[in-house]
């Protein structure tokens, strides 16, 4: 997952997540885990006016908790603060935001990437005929496919022998 992708995720701009990466000493290593972990934290600092520390040592263990108990109360280290998650409700959201990131990863600057070769030139180049492949190819479909049914009745017949 790239950082645009992961802020995406997290539902945050990419300079927030260094930001809050750097705030929080952790190595982010922008993997769906931590995107759901930071985007958590996000929410309960935003929406509770935690520290962003505080709600990420919330946020760990709110969502390694039964998942049939979809409301947990996060709470911090001292029980200064108790916050209330619906970690389902919370887990749907974070799966448009993880969508959303992997469908919309915004255009990559620079040159574009090399294209592949076609796959029949790949081939070549690996040493494979594919002249039979080719000539076959350039056959009318309706050929290809009464062929192919008469090939499939041979080994019907053959089928039925052995087991008979």
Same mark, same amino acid.
């Given at each position: 997952?790239?950082?645009?992708?992961?802020?995406?995720?997290?539902?945050?701009?990419?300079?927030?997540?260094?930001? &809050? *990466? &750097? @705030?929080? @000493?952790?190595?982010? %290593?922008?993997?769906? @885990?931590?995107?759901? /972990?930071? @985007?958590?934290?996000?929410?309960?600092? !935003?929406?509770?006016?935690?520290?962003?520390?505080?709600?990420?040592?919330?946020? $760990?263990?709110?969502?390694?908790?039964?998942? *049939?108990?979809?409301?947990?109360?996060? !709470?911090? $280290?001292?029980g200064?603060?108790?916050?209330?998650?619906?970690?389902?409700?919370?887990?749907?959201?974070?799966t448009?935001?993880? *969508?959303?990131?992997?469908?919309?990863?915004? /255009?990559?600057? $620079?040159r574009?990437?090399? /294209?592949?070769?076609?796959?029949?030139l790949?081939? !070549?180049?690996?040493?494979?005929?594919?002249?039979?492949?080719?000539?076959?190819?350039? /056959?009318?479909? %309706?050929?290809?496919?009464?062929?192919?049914?008469?090939?499939?009745e041979?080994?019907?017949?053959?089928?039925?022998?052995? *087991? $008979?």
């Amino acid at each position: 997952m790239t950082l645009a992708q992961f802020a995406l995720a997290v539902n945050a701009d990419t300079k927030w997540v260094q930001n &809050a *990466s &750097a @705030g929080l @000493g952790v190595y982010l %290593a922008y993997s769906e @885990g931590d995107a759901r /972990r930071l @985007g958590l934290a996000k929410v309960i600092h !935003e929406t509770a006016g935690t520290p962003l520390r505080a709600a990420w040592e919330m946020a $760990g263990p709110a969502l390694a908790a039964d998942p *049939s108990a979809p409301i947990v109360s996060a !709470e911090s $280290g001292d029980g200064s603060v108790r916050v209330a998650v619906d970690v389902d409700r919370y887990l749907c959201t974070f799966t448009a935001w993880l *969508s959303r990131a992997y469908l919309h990863e915004p /255009r990559r600057r $620079g040159r574009p990437a090399v /294209r592949e070769r076609a796959p029949a030139l790949s081939a !070549e180049s690996f040493g494979l005929d594919v002249s039979l492949i080719a000539a076959n190819m350039r /056959r009318p479909l %309706a050929e290809r496919l009464r062929e192919a049914d008469d090939a499939a009745e041979l080994m019907n017949r053959f089928r039925l022998r052995r *087991s $008979g």
